[in-house]
């Protein structure tokens, strides 16, 4: 099992900054790859970005690239998602999520993801 933790979220302004905290314990040698994943209400799950834990490479929905930007600190087995530039269209509750392994084209697939955080809530206003 993998417990995941989300937190840093909160209300800012458009075109504002925060920083998403994924806090990972457990079995996590099982997870080789943490994605982002947001929905907003009404709206399907999304995949925002994740990071290939084995050798950090990082891969971005094409909403968020250029302004989201994940990272990793494996002393500390935390993923990061830092947002900048941020839009009203942003808001959804985002989840960090684990699945064994990702690769370019192969990491938005909600069904591969085998481990979820609870959320946390992200708003901008315009």
């Known amino acids: 099992q993998v417990q995941l933790v989300e937190s840093g979220g909160g209300s800012v302004q458009a075109g504002g900054s925060l920083r998403l905290s994924c806090a990972a314990s457990g079995d996590t040698y099982r997870s080789n790859c943490m994605g982002w994943i947001r929905q907003a209400p009404g709206k399907e799950r999304e995949g925002v970005a994740a990071i290939s834990t084995r050798d950090g490479s990082t891969y971005y929905a094409d909403s968020v690239k250029g302004r989201f930007t994940v990272s990793q600190d494996n002393a500390k087995n935390t993923v990061y998602l830092q947002m900048a530039s941020l839009k009203p269209e942003d808001t959804a509750m985002y989840y960090c999520?684990?699945?064994?392994?990702?690769?370019?084209?192969?990491?938005?697939?909600?069904?591969?993801?085998?481990?979820w955080g609870q959320g946390t809530q992200v708003t901008v206003s315009s």
């Open positions: 999520a684990a699945r064994a392994w990702c690769s370019r084209g192969y990491w938005r697939a909600m069904s591969d993801y085998n481990y």
